[in-house]
């Protein structure tokens, strides 16, 4: 007999009702291990709070549908475990169908959530990649090896959810998590399950290069990882520039960076042909490298200083991005310059004071050791010009004072265009890794070009005030392309708990909003030739 719905059941009751396992958080025996070595998979599905507050909790059309295989057991557990399931809320039952061991039902929200206007992205898409992350976390806690993932509506959010919910570096751990492989639950939809995997793979290719330490991924390391990832695909040419090659180029801020170190630099530089025309004029995408910033002789304060690690996350993001490009085989011609150095103090180093001459024979005086990022941009922005871009974008962590402008809610893009503003807006809203449009005012050039010894500072002249609007002015100095961004991404460097479906470190963000935007721009005929 089944019991009727009711919001709280003993577990002794419940149990003696049903002889199935739901694992609510107060009851259930412990799911560690339940399935191991029994051959079935994890199953994920979705079910939506109701319109209404007090109404039943609705299905997908893939819950619906394991429903009926396991005779409707699955709404009546669901129903006696307590109220309908709220947005991000799973619970786990066990031993509902031998195919599926385990099944976690998690909350969508409203089924109706689509673009909202004020939080500037998809709800819908996001309450998915949420949820579906946390069901696949809980799955892998159990230590099963392989989960079904129901595709909620959006398979493309779906797979994203899985995929990033699921990626930790464990890298240099004895005892790894299990890996968990997700899939499509049922056949309708796959190609965007797969768009979605390409999609997060390239996410997590950056939240890997971004989290390992810095003795790992040095900048020959980094090259060679991207290369390496690059190395299966025929129209793409990697070019791993060494130092005499930096030198030739007159590169001579970039180079007054890495002169500190003793790790040589590298200008890693990547032609992607996937346009129709191989001189169809390329995008270019422009990532800071640098694989750790001490701060050079303007030291930073040693808590906190590992996290520079990731002070190479523009290069991860716009590297990353065009692996995933590639892998997608977007029909455009995209170009990566990436210059890779660290930032260290020694007698090499440069010193405040010092005046240094960029590749476009601006000289720079080096105030701050500290506000490294932006030389080495300004040397590879002018070499970006060689290639008379149809837009060319840079990223990079490039200022504390990005961080404490927006946190962690969206990138900061300062651009010269709309139209290229609006590509990366709309990119935006459908991956959920906002941006937020910040402003190239004149006002602040004047804060970087009024220096005593040198065309520009490399720092505002009132210090901290608009710290990152100063960092845009002084890069706008190098670029003369009428349609460029610059995205400072130090404030979504790194994830605490602010994004659910990406756990605890490096982000990797805005990577899949950078490849959203190739894919849009491949879509526009505007200033291709
Ligand atoms: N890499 C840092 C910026 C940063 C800070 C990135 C926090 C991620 C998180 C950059 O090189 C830097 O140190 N900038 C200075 C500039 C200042 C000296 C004008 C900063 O933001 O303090
Ligand atoms: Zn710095
Ligand atoms: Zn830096």
Redesign the pocket.
């Known amino acids: 007999m089944l019991l009727p719905c009711v919001r709280r059941v003993p577990a002794r009751r419940l149990r003696r009702a049903l002889p199935l396992a739901c694992s609510c958080p107060a009851q259930g025996p412990s799911p560690r291990g339940y399935s191991r070595g029994a051959g079935g998979k994890g199953l994920v599905l979705g079910i939506y709070s109701s319109e209404k507050d007090e109404g039943a909790a609705q299905f997908t059309s893939a819950g619906d549908a394991f429903d009926r295989l396991v005779s409707g057991k699955l709404r009546e557990l669901l129903s006696l475990c307590g109220p309908p399931l709220k947005k991000g809320k799973t619970r786990i039952f066990h031993g509902l169908h031998q195919d599926f061991p385990s099944v976690a039902v998690v909350g969508l929200g409203k089924k109706n959530a689509g673009v909202n206007d004020q939080e500037n992205w998809n709800e819908g898409k996001e309450n998915i990649r949420a949820a579906v992350a946390v069901g696949c976390r809980q799955i892998q806690d159990l230590e099963i090896p392989c989960v079904e993932v129901d595709p909620c509506g959006d398979a493309q959010a779906a797979a994203e959810g899985a995929v990033l919910g699921l990626h930790e570096y464990n890298e240099l751990k004895q005892k790894k998590k299990p890996v968990v492989t997700p899939q499509l639950h049922g056949s309708a939809e796959s190609e965007a399950w797969q768009k979605g995997v390409t999609y997060a793979e390239g996410q997590n290719l950056a939240r890997y290069l971004m989290e390992a330490p810095a003795n790992y991924i040095t900048p020959i390391k980094f090259a060679e990882h991207i290369e390496q990832k690059l190395r299966s695909f025929s129209n793409v040419k990697v070019h791993i520039r060494p130092e005499s090659w930096i030198a030739t180029q007159e590169m001579g801020a970039f180079l007054s960076v890495a002169k500190g170190s003793a790790e040589p630099p590298i200008f890693l530089e990547i032609h992607y042909l996937g346009g129709a025309n191989t001189n169809d004029s390329p995008l270019v995408f422009v990532g800071?490298g640098?694989t750790f910033?001490s701060?050079g002789i303007?030291l930073?304060p040693s808590s906190g200083m590992d996290?520079?690690r990731?002070?190479m996350?523009g290069a991860a993001t716009v590297c990353s991005a065009i692996v995933t490009a590639a892998a997608l085989n977007l029909p455009l011609n995209i170009i990566g310059l990436a210059p890779l150095c660290e930032?260290m103090p020694s007698g090499k180093a440069n010193k405040p004071g010092d005046v240094v001459r960029a590749k476009n024979g601006k000289t720079i005086q080096v105030d701050?050791t500290?506000?490294?990022?932006r030389l080495l941009l300004a040397d590879a922005l002018c070499y970006a010009h060689n290639f008379k871009p149809r837009a060319v974008v840079n990223a990079a962590?490039?200022?504390?004072?990005?961080?404490v402008a927006l946190g962690s809610a969206a990138t900061g893009v300062f651009t010269n265009s709309s139209w290229l503003w609006t590509h990366l807006y709309e990119a935006s809203v459908l991956t959920g890794d906002r941006v937020w449009r910040m402003p190239l005012f004149e006002h602040y050039t004047k804060q970087v070009t009024d220096c005593p010894l040198a065309d520009l500072s490399?720092?505002?002249k009132y210090?901290?005030a608009g710290?990152a609007c100063?960092?845009a002015a002084f890069l706008k100095e190098f670029v003369t392309a009428s349609h460029w961004a610059h995205l400072d991404i130090?404030?979504v460097?790194?994830n605490k708990d602010e994004v659910p479906y990406l756990q605890k470190g490096m982000a990797g963000r805005p990577t899949r909003t950078l490849v959203e935007f190739a894919a849009r721009l491949s879509q526009d005929s505007h200033n291709t030739k």
């Open positions: 800071k640098v910033d701060g303007s930073k996290a520079m990731a002070d996350g930032n701050n500290d506000a490294e990022g962590t490039l200022t504390g004072a990005m961080d490399n720092i505002g210090s901290r710290g100063t960092a130090a404030g460097m790194s």
